[in-house]
């Protein structure tokens, strides 16, 4: 529902659905040396700017952020390879953004069954990309790898240098956590 006003509280959900999604699209070589920090708050100074970005739906400010996040971190993606451009690399990143939220969507589809827990999508998408954030990091990158960009658990051990049971691991009490900061209250 959109109102005057947006919370502080509401930017800090915001801003873990964006590092969600960046952190998805920043090939694995610009790892490290792009800061999507930065990206994701001039993102969230834009929307700030925006003034009106208040009086719209969840859905179309979560919209608006994806494409303001898309340009942003392909501008900070240019800048970090000037000279090197090669046009072949380069793609979509509007397109890849949005079928990330899709694929977060997808993913809260399947693991809530009652037609009831769907409703809200957008809602649940800032709680899930929340709720990830909060994972210590290895959980976190071995559950965004392997749920999100469907990546095998084998590939993942070798990535992150452990072991596939390690990963497994992870997954687990990854998922274990997720499943407790995304419980509804009784």
């Not at 490290?32 to 009086?55: C, F, M, N, P, Y």
């Amino acid at each position: 529902m959109p109102t005057d006003e947006i919370s502080p509280g509401e930017w800090e959900r915001y801003r873990a659905y964006l590092a969600l999604l960046a952190r998805h699209h920043l090939d694995s070589d610009l790892q490290g040396k792009v800061d999507l920090s930065g990206v994701i708050q001039q993102t969230l100074l834009e929307a700030h700017q925006a003034g009106r970005i208040a009086d719209l739906e969840t859905g179309q400010r979560l919209a608006w952020m994806r494409t303001a996040l898309a340009r942003n971190l392909t501008d900070e993606i240019r800048r970090q390879r000037a000279g090197k451009r090669d046009a072949g690399r380069e793609r979509d990143l509007q397109a890849a953004l949005d079928a990330s939220a899709a694929s977060l969507a997808a993913w809260l589809a399947t693991d809530r069954s009652s037609p009831s827990q769907r409703v809200d999508r957008e809602e649940q998408q800032l709680r899930l990309a929340e709720a990830v954030a909060a994972l210590v990091d290895g959980q976190r990158l071995a559950v965004e790898l392997h749920y999100f960009q469907n990546r095998p658990v084998a590939e993942i051990a070798a990535a992150m240098g452990k072991t596939t049971a390690a990963v497994a691991g992870l997954l687990k009490r990854g998922l274990r956590q997720l499943r407790e900061l995304l419980a509804e209250p009784e």
